[in-house]
């Protein structure tokens, strides 16, 4: 499994767009990248995933670079309510038979009011 | 509420105890795993069921962890002769196929 390195900890202040980075320099070519958040004392949640373009769904953008050794997660307009650990995470498609999500330490975002 | 389902959502236990925790997947998820969160880390992945088979175990899952899935439905985790190394945070999570995993709440296992 490709291994990531995201900041422990980031800053936005509500109303801004939240930009947050991950590197994941040694992603295989059958590796998606999928974003899960965890707001305290819940389980984990899906925001997005993507292979090679960019994406956009309701919550959030997700920039993957060209070489595919980075991306960005973009939350547009951040509210308190998006206070979360974000986990960028790679993972394998199906026909390679590995389903497990693995988790790093992620990033903890602060909304500053 | 369809979603993921925990219970219970608290567990506090005596060394040496055994606990069990259910979850109750959403309808029709055919895939269901189970992880743990201790405090400060991700979750980590401890097993996963395709149906009622269970296809990968962690290294994690020490012979006095046991999960089932009957029926292909809900499944159970157990834990024998509970250690306070078994603290932590235990999470449910569901998908269909290959989408994306849905997760339960967790129960929070508590061992003194």
């Known amino acids: 499994d490709a291994k990531t390195t995201q900041p422990t900890s980031m800053d936005c202040a509500e109303g801004r767009a939240a930009n947050l980075p991950c590197n994941h320099s040694?992603?295989?070519?059958?590796?998606?990248v999928y974003w899960y958040r965890q707001i305290h004392s819940q389980g984990p949640q899906y925001i997005i995933h993507?292979?090679?373009n960019n994406e956009t769904n309701e919550m959030a953008s997700l920039i993957i670079t060209e070489d595919r050794k980075s991306s960005t997660l973009i939350l547009p307009h951040a509210t308190l309510r998006d206070t979360a650990v974000y986990y960028c995470i790679p993972r394998r498609t199906l026909n390679f038979g590995n389903e497990k999500l693995t988790f790093g330490t992620g990033t903890r975002l602060t909304i500053i009011p | 509420d369809t979603g993921v389902s925990q219970d219970p959502r608290h567990k506090i236990t005596k060394r040496g105890q055994n606990v069990t925790f259910r979850c109750d997947p959403i309808?029709?998820?055919?895939?269901l795993y189970w992880y743990r969160q201790t405090l400060g880390q991700g979750p980590e992945f401890l097993t996963y069921?395709?149906?009622?088979?269970?296809?990968?175990k962690s290294r994690l899952l020490s012979d006095r962890f046991s999960a089932e899935r009957p029926k292909g439905s809900f499944s159970t985790l157990e834990i024998q002769r509970t250690e306070q190394g078994d603290s932590a945070m235990y999470l449910c999570?569901?998908?269909?196929?290959?989408?994306?995993?849905?997760f339960g709440q967790g129960t929070r296992l508590t061992v003194v």
């Open positions: 993507g292979l090679k």
């Open positions: 309808s029709e998820h055919n895939r």
């Open positions: 999570a569901s998908s269909f196929s290959t989408a994306e995993a849905f």
């Open positions: 069921f395709q149906n009622e088979a269970q296809l990968e």
């Open positions: 040694t992603i295989s070519g059958n590796e998606y």
